[in-house]
């Protein structure tokens, strides 16, 4: 059983600083590839000029992933998830790989495109309707930070969610402590926080079922 990513750029057509987005998105993949190479099944790739694709073994990396494209690309952009087998075998260059995982990841791409959805998921999970609206709403307050708020929120999430944190983002971004509690409270992160420790804890346990 293999996790699919496929993702695609909201209205890539009528981007202005196009090859600016696609930079940031040849970056994010990366910086992906890198960062989490241990789940890495085979590696993200730009795919159709505006649009990615890779695979994963694991669930658990889901959430960490998402933060990290939204942090890079600073563009919106659709996510579909396929989670099955694959009837290939495995390969470097993922263009050579096929299987259920993919047909359910392209599926739920074009779903997410209809719908207007942040992520769809298909897949044999039993709360595969439960673990995508729970990230749906999740990515909804996401979208809904400002570049400043982004910028102190994801700060402070790469800096280990810290009292530490708090004060080196006071620092970095010159404002008072108080501000950037407010900044967390505004942004609902302790709420973030806690749908994702949940995600993460169901969704490792429903897949270990599969």
Avoid: C
């Amino acid at each position: 059983m293999y996790i699919v990513l496929t993702g695609d750029l909201k209205s890539s057509k009528k981007i202005e600083n196009r090859s600016i987005v696609q930079e940031n998105l040849k970056t994010a993949l990366n910086y992906i590839n890198y960062e989490f190479s241990d789940y890495i099944a085979t590696e993200f790739k730009i795919i159709g000029g505006d649009g990615f694709q890779g695979m994963i073994s694991s669930p658990i990396i889901i959430f960490d992933l998402y933060f990290t494209l939204f942090e890079k690309i600073d563009h919106p952009f659709y996510l579909g998830i396929g989670i099955g087998e694959i009837s290939t075998r495995l390969s470097e260059n993922i263009e050579e790989i096929d299987g259920k995982a993919f047909h359910f990841s392209s599926n739920a791409l074009e779903i997410a495109k209809r719908k207007k959805r942040w992520i769809v998921i298909e897949s044999r999970l039993v709360y595969n309707d439960l673990f995508e609206s729970v990230l749906n709403l999740s990515f909804e307050i996401m979208w809904d930070w400002t570049k400043r708020r982004k910028e102190i929120i994801i700060f402070y999430r790469k800096n280990q969610e810290s009292s530490t944190a708090i004060e080196e983002a006071s620092i970095k971004f010159k404002v008072k402590t108080r501000t950037i509690y407010h900044t967390l409270e505004s942004g609902k992160y302790s709420l973030l926080k806690y749908a994702e420790n949940t995600f993460k804890k169901a969704i490792n346990e429903d897949w270990s079922k599969l």
